[in-house]
């Protein structure tokens, strides 16, 4: 079986061609052997009429045979906002927000309206994603902000880093602050700019930002001053890792925070004159704003014609917030669209996100699917892009044949948890424990232990607003029996250090 010929490896160099007989056949995870190599030289120079003598075909197959395997494997971009809801984006139905570019990507790609993110608070969902562990394993398991993951915590920037990936990230990272174990250049990333605390991040004029473990400082924001805007400096770090990593397979986590609190654009383009609150103005231009970055992302993969070689991901933390006291438009604009409950609920509100993947001459385009799946997924699903192995007993299963359009991993149940976090005494709130899980069109809830669970028919109930648990004994027995496998206990946190105060 040959590797789907979609044009992308259109072989203009001697170079290039070497290269392109290092295909993979993601289908059938067969390395091209010899042989097909050969016939595949063949065809490709028949169709570009070049016309070689029998000698000279020979020839060039024995030099591509003697060439070592360059494992040229896609780079992978995953831009995560932070708190966009599902409805947040044009390609969701967003009717107000202007997302012109993600909406082009979505176009491009497929677009799943059944995703979501690892849990219903920025630190655990960033912990799912980064561990392929689900809410109920993996090691951050609220938003402690001092509670960091430890040195033996595998990440999948871990994993594409030993893979051979160039690995960044820039925005905001929630998994340990600086000193502790948990800082992202002890966990795969070659570079990491931006925040490292949650609390931190919730100004976008700090005075300074992290840059592998060291302060850079913003001297714009000195004395309140706040002419340098975080979110613009933290795009133009990712811009320049990307240009200058093209020479080999990368991995761009770009972590924007934004949409998130504090709605404190430096501009209210192109929303000044909406006849709305300030609120719900800067709002609507924080999304405008993410979306001008994910532009900017798309040029410079085109300019570089990595198109065809870069998967790209784009994806929110969880559901979007009410936003408080502050109007910031989540009803004017409906940011979680017809889904239940807000951020840090266990309703769809609060956990299923947008999520976009585009991989031109791989990826369908234009395509919707509504295949559930979660963020425990981008573990193995990064790891078999990158040709390698996830690390044993992850939650999670990759979706990457679904995504060439193969068959649909088979698994019975999707687990999330919510757990509080007191500040005061540095501890979890085991009494305050939310579950949920999802199998099939089933999604199940329990608000606290010893809470009944409610029973919600998304297929047909996609608002939750019909608890019909009473009404089918078989789920909820079946249901109960997984909850009773479905965690561990969260380890004992470490203190870690909050040294963004000073
Ligand atoms: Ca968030």
């Known amino acids: 079986m040959f590797p789907p010929d979609n044009g992308q490896a259109s072989a203009t160099t001697a170079g290039d061609r070497f290269r392109w007989f290092s295909m993979y056949d993601y289908e059938t995870k067969w390395p091209m052997d010899l042989w097909q190599r050969t016939i595949i030289l063949r065809q490709r120079y028949d169709r570009e009429n070049m016309s070689l003598s029998r000698r000279q075909f020979l020839f060039a197959s024995s030099a591509a045979a003697m060439q070592p395997i360059v494992r040229r494997l896609p780079n992978i971009v995953f831009i995560l906002l932070d708190d966009a809801g599902w409805g947040d984006f044009g390609c969701y139905g967003q009717k107000l927000i202007k997302t012109p570019h993600i909406d082009k990507v979505a176009s491009e790609g497929t677009r799943f309206t059944d995703c979501y993110a690892g849990g219903v608070v920025c630190a655990p969902s960033r912990s799912v994603l980064m561990t392929g562990l689900h809410t109920g394993h993996t090691p951050v398991r609220a938003n402690a902000g001092t509670y960091p993951i430890r040195a033996t915590d595998v990440t999948v920037a871990k994993v594409l880093q030993n893979a051979g990936y160039s690995t960044g990230g820039f925005g905001k990272w929630g998994l340990g602050d600086a000193r502790s174990e948990g800082v992202p250049e002890k966990h795969g990333f070659d570079e990491f700019f931006g925040y490292l605390h949650q609390v931190h991040a919730h100004s976008y004029y700090p005075d300074f930002l992290w840059d592998n473990g060291k ?28 240009e200058t990593h093209t020479g080999k397979p990368f991995f761009l986590y770009a972590c924007t925070t934004l949409p998130h ?24 231009a924080m999304m405008t704003r993410a979306d001008a970055y994910v532009g900017r992302i798309m040029n410079a993969l085109r300019d570089h014609k990595l198109d065809n070689e870069t998967v790209v991901f784009i994806s929110s933390d969880n559901g979007a917030p009410k936003g408080g006291g502050e109007d910031k438009g989540f009803d004017l604009f409906r940011s979680n669209a017809h889904l239940r409950g807000e951020k840090g609920q266990l309703y769809e509100g609060g956990i299923r996100d947008p999520m ?3 991989w ?35 939650d999670g299963v990759s979706i990457l044949q679904l995504l060439l359009g193969g068959a649909a991993p088979k698994r019975e149940f999707l687990y999330w948890e919510a757990n509080a976090w007191n500040a005061k005494s540095q501890k979890l709130l085991p009494e305050r424990l939310g579950q949920a899980v999802r199998t099939g069109d089933w999604k199940a809830i329990r608000s606290k232990p010893g809470a009944p669970l409610e029973l919600y028919n998304l297929r047909k109930d ?15 027995a079946r249901i109960e029996a997984y909850l009773k496998t479905a965690r561990t206990e969260p380890r004992p946190h470490d203190v870690g250090i909050m040294d963004f105060v000073r």
Request: charged share 20%; hydrophobic share 40%; net charge neutral.
């Open 215 to 242: 302060k850079f400082p913003l001297v714009g924001n000195k004395n309140g001053d706040g002419t340098q805007y975080s979110a613009d400096v933290i795009a133009d770090k990712s811009l320049a890792f990307l």
């Open 360 to 394: 031109p001459g791989r990826v369908k385009a234009g395509a919707v699917s509504d295949y559930p799946w979660y963020f425990a997924d981008i573990m193995p699903t990064f790891a078999e892009i990158a040709r390698t192995a996830p690390p044993k007993g992850i």
């Open 356 to 358: 976009i993947v585009r």
């Open 462 to 476: 996609p608002s939750e607003a019909t608890d019909v648990a009473a009404a089918n004994p078989a789920v909820i």
């Open 261 to 284: 609190a504090k709605f404190e654009p430096p501009d209210l383009a192109p929303y000044e004159k909406m006849p709305w609150t300030e609120g719900q103005k800067a709002y609507a």
